[in-house]
């Protein structure tokens, strides 16, 4: 049974950071690339950031320079770190295990996790 599950949502204040984490099981990890995709109130779901299994990565540029995703594959984790957060970043954050090679405009994911909610405070 492939599950993914995050971690590390929260509310901090506008400048403040977080560490997404995913654990993903059931599956080969490394058959797929990862991504991380973000949807907030009223909106639609966007990518924010993505990366292949080879360490190639895709950034929205919205969140280019702030967030850095990476992967372990000896835990079999996806994170996202995220640094000098904005409330325009509050949305609840899902990682996903997509295509490869991996874009943040993807359309096709395989599996998605549950979310984990980031709340960013002016």
């Known amino acids: 049974q492939v599950q993914l599950v995050e971690s590390g949502g929260g509310s901090v204040q506008a400048g403040g950071s977080l560490r997404l984490s995913c654990a993903a099981s059931g599956y080969y990890y490394i058959s797929y690339c990862m991504g991380w995709f973000r949807q907030a109130p009223g909106k639609e779901r966007e990518g924010v950031a993505t990366?292949?299994?080879?360490?190639?990565?895709t950034y929205a540029d919205s969140v280019k320079g702030r967030f850095t995703i990476s992967q372990n594959f000896a835990e079999n984790t996806l994170y996202l770190r995220m640094n000098s957060l904005k409330p325009e970043d509050t949305a609840m954050y899902y990682c996903?295990?997509?295509?490869?090679?991996?874009?943040?405009?993807?359309?096709?994911?395989?599996?998605w996790g549950l979310g984990t909610q980031v709340t960013v405070s002016s």
């Open positions: 990366i292949d299994t080879d360490g190639s990565t």
């Open positions: 996903a295990a997509v295509p490869c090679p991996a874009t943040i405009t993807t359309k096709t994911v395989f599996y």
